[in-house]
């Protein structure tokens, strides 16, 4: 499963970043062309690019152009390789955390 790992890496590599977040938030509102995302970010258009690469790059984003306008659009189904592993971890630590409390229960009570 390389390439889920990898899937996995690159989603938690875009998400690290909150200037990323914020993109990734403000379209799953809905559509924007990159001039209008880039507005509300102080950043350069280049500097502020590398960020629209890095979201479609691992999937979170997809674009298209039509005449020099391109158009950015969430992949939210993206998120759902992020949303599995989240979802294991935390029924692997509920069982853990549900075992330590019987333990301590279990010492608390022999005292």
Avoid: I
Wanted: hydrophobic share 40%; with cysteine; aromatic share 6%.
């Amino acid at each position: 499963m390389p390439n889920k790992s990898a899937q996995l890496s690159a989603v938690f590599t875009a998400l690290a970043d909150p200037t990323r977040r914020a993109v990734l938030a403000e379209l799953m509102r809905g559509p924007k062309a990159t001039t209008d995302l880039c507005r509300r970010h102080d950043m350069a258009l280049p500097s502020f690019t590398q960020h629209l690469a890095v979201l479609e790059q691992c999937g979170l984003v997809r674009s298209t152009k039509a005449g020099r306008v391109r158009t950015w659009r969430a992949n939210p189904g993206r998120l759902k390789v992020a949303e599995h592993w989240l979802s294991t971890q935390r029924g692997t630590w509920e069982r853990r955390l549900d075992a330590l409390d019987v333990y301590l229960t279990t010492m608390k009570e022999s005292e």
